[in-house]
């Protein structure tokens, strides 16, 4: 089971960089309904089940504010590639 942590107080809020957001290829991000203590929005993960920990959320975060723990489900994806 894959385990997304995200650290809401070093993130710069998803309306003012939002990477997370677009580089996740399931669209598992979405916008807190809190903000962090310096008053910016960080995500949440709508669906954590569909989550392949593929690790672009962590890889591509400019704040280091993810971290994906957990094996990446190569044969999830593989079996998708083979309907595009
Ligand atoms: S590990 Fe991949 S699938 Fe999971 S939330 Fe991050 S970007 Fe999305
Ligand atoms: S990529 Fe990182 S800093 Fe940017 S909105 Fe997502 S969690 Fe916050």
Do not use: H, W
């Amino acid at each position: 089971m894959t385990k997304v942590n995200i650290i809401s107080e070093s993130c710069k809020g998803v309306e003012s960089c939002g990477i997370c957001i677009y580089v996740c290829p399931k669209g598992l991000f979405g916008p807190s309904s809190d903000m962090n203590s310096f008053g910016y929005i960080p995500p949440k993960i709508q669906n954590i089940d569909e989550c392949t920990g593929c690790q672009n959320c962590m890889i591509y975060c400019p704040d280091f504010a993810i971290v994906v723990q957990g094996r990446y489900r190569e044969e999830e994806t593989a079996e998708e590639d083979e309907y595009e």
